[in-house]
């Protein structure tokens, strides 16, 4: 089978590679679709020591989808799920191509630690934190690397994460907007609705976060500001 051959060989590459750091084996060895991934938190941040598990599920089309990754490690970030370890990332959805591998998806993963994107959130309690209070949101990101990821309480060398110097303008409306498109939430809140209520209606209802709502998601919307 061509997807269990170029598993095999990614993991035989990556085993060889000792310098990427990165790391994937099967849960079971009769199932090459179902990996544990791991790799350490990337110095000069708050998860600097920590070692971070992630879930790997294969898709039968593997490469040609992308794999399904979740950090298995409780994380504090604004791109991951605090609750569920969901991951949002550009490479594991649209921008994923065949070319790609497992041990780039763990790169990229491990890149995003160093380099958040709290304009663009999986977790919007803690993008806004990151913005609004960047010192709180680094204490807790270690407190949490220390917890769960096995991090060195008394590290030293933990430097800021980029982008912690305070909100911009187009980052904080991002953050109050949940991450949902402006056209979208400001068409609802120019009817005079909040824009906060514009926001958990969205959440209520499974919007995509990007690209105009279809009749019916606009309707339920409606529906659930009049209630």
Not at 190 to 204: D, I
Request: hydrophobic content about 35%; proline content about 9%; aromatic content about 6%.
């Amino acid at each position: 089978m061509a997807t269990r051959r170029r598993i095999m060989k990614e993991l035989d590459d990556m085993a060889k590679d000792t310098s990427s750091g990165m790391h994937a084996t099967p849960l079971d060895p009769s199932d090459m679709t179902h990996l544990q991934g791991r790799f350490k938190g990337p110095p000069g941040t708050p998860y600097e020591g920590g070692e971070f598990v992630i879930d790997i599920k294969l898709p039968d089309n593997y490469p040609f989808m992308p794999p399904k990754m979740k950090f298995e490690t409780k994380v504090w970030h604004p791109n991951v799920s605090s609750q569920t370890g969901a991951i949002c990332l550009d490479t594991l959805s649209q921008k994923w191509s065949p070319v790609l591998t497992i041990k780039t998806a763990l790169l990229s993963l491990q890149s995003l630690l160093d380099a958040p994107e709290p304009s663009d959130p999986q977790d919007a309690e803690v993008a806004q934190m990151m913005l609004a209070t960047p010192q709180v949101f680094k204490a807790r990101a270690r407190e949490w690397a220390v917890r769960y990821a096995g991090a060195p309480r008394d590290l030293q060398s933990s430097g800021s994460t980029g982008g912690m110097s305070g909100p911009t303008p187009a980052q904080q409306r991002a953050i109050e907007y949940g991450g949902y498109d402006q056209n979208t939430v400001d068409g609802f809140a120019n009817m005079g609705f909040p824009v906060a209520l514009v926001v958990r209606a969205l959440g209520s209802v499974g919007a995509r976060k990007k690209g105009p709502l279809s009749e019916e998601e606009a309707a339920r919307v409606v529906e659930i500001l009049l209630s």
